[in-house]
């Protein structure tokens, strides 16, 4: 008769004792400093992230910068550089009042070849090509910038912009 109440104290003993145990672990798992703990860990790795995506994008940004600087010295270089051309073909074509005074010859120094103007007015030969058809036509035949814009009394960077321009305009 002992055994029956002896094994139903012990069953009420383990039952009270898990009771116990689950409520002591509940109380350490939802305990205030635990949820805090957790919160500040969580949010140092948030924090510990951000900073890391914003110094990877400082950087980007920083080297962004050096790029387009460096893209803004290489144009301004350029346009100089077609401002001076643009000048300078200016300058070259201009008429001077009194031509230079040269020293005399004895005969040319190399002989032309004789040709004759054919009769006839230009609506019978239709219209003069553009500047920029004879600069393409030019282009095709093989001849260089430099020979061109002499040819046509132009600068050798308005022979190249509008070469390049016909270039971008057929590959289209």
């Not at 803004?72 to 031509?99: C, D, F, T």
């Not at 230079?100 to 070849?113: E, I, N």
Request: net charge positive.
């Amino acid at each position: 008769m002992y055994v029956p109440l002896l094994l139903s104290a012990s069953a009420l003993l383990i039952c009270i004792f898990s009771i116990l145990y689950f409520r002591s672990f509940l109380k350490r798992r939802t305990s205030q400093q635990r949820i805090l703990a957790e919160m500040r860990e969580e949010v140092n790795n948030i924090l510990k992230t951000i900073n890391e995506t914003t110094d990877r994008n400082i950087s980007l940004i920083e080297e962004r910068e050096k790029n387009l600087k460096s893209l803004l010295n290489e144009i301004e270089k350029r346009l100089k550089m077609y401002i001076s051309y643009q000048e300078l073909g200016k300058n070259r074509y201009r008429l001077n009042a009194e031509p230079p005074a040269a020293a005399p010859r004895s005969g040319p120094a190399f002989p032309l070849p004789e040709f004759s103007i054919k009769p006839g007015s230009p609506e019978e030969t239709g219209p003069a090509p553009s500047v920029g058809e004879q600069i393409r036509s030019l282009v095709r035949e093989g001849f260089a910038p430099p020979v061109i814009a002499s040819r046509l009394g132009l600068s050798i960077a308005e022979v190249e912009f509008t070469t390049a321009l016909f270039e971008r305009r057929d590959a289209q």
